[in-house]
């Protein structure tokens, strides 16, 4: 129950179904309820995605790229609110996209520190700049 009220919710927001076209993940659904649905799971699995990644940096770093990295995560979060919302709206298709590269910048930077060449100033780079 709970899955199809977050999916609503997702709806409400005003997620078209072009939105997320271009990554062809949910093309092959007919109705307008099932790409809604489909599209409002790779919102959900971006940021849970994203969640992990930061939360396993976090585990490795060291102060204060630790403290550094949560004021570059809330900064970046504040850029892809800005660039991913308008009018309301979230550009689903923009979301998946901006998540998925800082999910990706956040695990390189775990697996250099699990490498033992954990670099403070890489941690805290804004990598959207």
């Known amino acids: 129950m709970k899955t199809i009220f977050s999916t609503l919710a997702f709806a409400a927001l005003g997620l078209s179904a072009s939105a997320a076209y271009a990554q062809g993940e949910c093309d092959k659904y007919r109705t307008s309820y099932d790409k809604t649905y489909c599209f409002a799971k790779l919102f959900l699995e971006s940021d849970k995605e994203l969640n992990t990644a930061y939360n396993d ?45 800082r999910t990706e910048f956040l695990r390189d930077r775990a697996r250099e520190c699990k490498a033992g060449t954990c670099r403070p100033d890489m941690i805290a780079k804004k990598s959207w700049d």
């Open 57 to 101: 940096l976090r585990g490795v770093a060291k102060e204060p790229a630790k403290t550094e990295l949560k004021q570059t995560q809330l900064q970046w979060i504040k850029h892809r609110d800005a660039t991913c919302e308008s009018g309301g709206s979230i550009n689903v298709d923009c979301n998946y996209r901006v998540n998925r590269e």
